[in-house]
């Protein structure tokens, strides 16, 4: 079975700094999909970034970035310029390669971003 | 409407009665997923349609859960004999067909039910 972990329960950041959120994962597949979901108290999850264990370079979305570590199985999101409209839970989550496109989540980190 | 709704966003209860949540996905998406997000954990993976069929529930925790998507479109969870261990929030989401990668799953705001 398929387990993500998420070490850093709340986390906390200066507006315009950078953070970086962790993220482990224990498989046996060789190929999966891992995201980063963002969930502001509105409670509506959010898609910010993906990755495919088959590619090698780090994915990319504007301010946001992972540090895809495959044989650490580590995936940790990176948000540089922090803004106050990043406040909110995120949450790690794995994919296997297969067509259900159930996900697995980790148990989530609260980032608060300050001014 | 342009994203997944679910009603009722509250629900209260008491322990033992029937409660019904109701998910709308967006117009056209054929895979639809429910999910129970207790209170400081992540979503749990519970059931997931493609189209009418039930293609994986082998995360609803036991037989007083049940979901239906009769016509491929609206879904329904359905709980009997609610517990108080059932209060948390539950999630529905939904995507053009399941497991590629290319759609994305677009979650609704969830219903949060308590059972008293």
């Known amino acids: 079975a398929q387990t993500v972990t998420q070490s850093q329960p709340e986390m906390s950041v200066q507006e315009a700094e950078t953070v970086t959120l962790s993220c482990t994962y224990d498989t046996s597949e060789s190929n999966y999909y891992l995201f980063w979901y963002k969930q502001p108290p509105s409670r509506q999850m959010i898609l910010v970034i993906r990755q495919e264990a088959y590619k090698q370079q780090n994915a990319t979305e504007n301010r946001f970035s992972v540090n895809f570590q495959k044989a650490a199985k580590s995936f940790s999101l990176k948000i540089s310029d922090s803004q106050l409209g990043d406040t909110a839970m995120y949450f790690c989550a794995f994919m296997k390669h297969e067509n259900t496109g159930k996900l697995i989540f980790g148990q989530g980190t609260t980032l608060q971003v300050k001014p | 409407g342009a994203g997944v709704s679910q009603t009722p966003s509250n629900k209260v209860t008491e322990k033992g009665k029937y409660v019904e949540l109701r998910c709308d996905p967006i117009s056209g998406h054929t895979a639809l997923y429910w999910y129970r997000q207790s209170l400081g954990q992540g979503p749990e993976f519970l059931i997931y349609f493609q189209g009418t069929g039930a293609a994986d529930d082998s995360g609803l925790p036991n037989d007083r859960f049940f979901a239906v998507r009769p016509e491929g479109s609206v879904s329904t969870l359905k709980i009997q004999r609610t517990e108080r261990g059932d209060s948390a929030v539950y999630l529905c989401?939904?995507?053009?067909?399941?497991?590629?990668?290319?759609?994305?799953?677009?979650f609704g705001p969830g219903t949060r039910l308590t059972v008293l």
């Open positions: 989401a939904s995507s053009l067909q399941a497991g590629w990668l290319t759609d994305t799953q677009y």
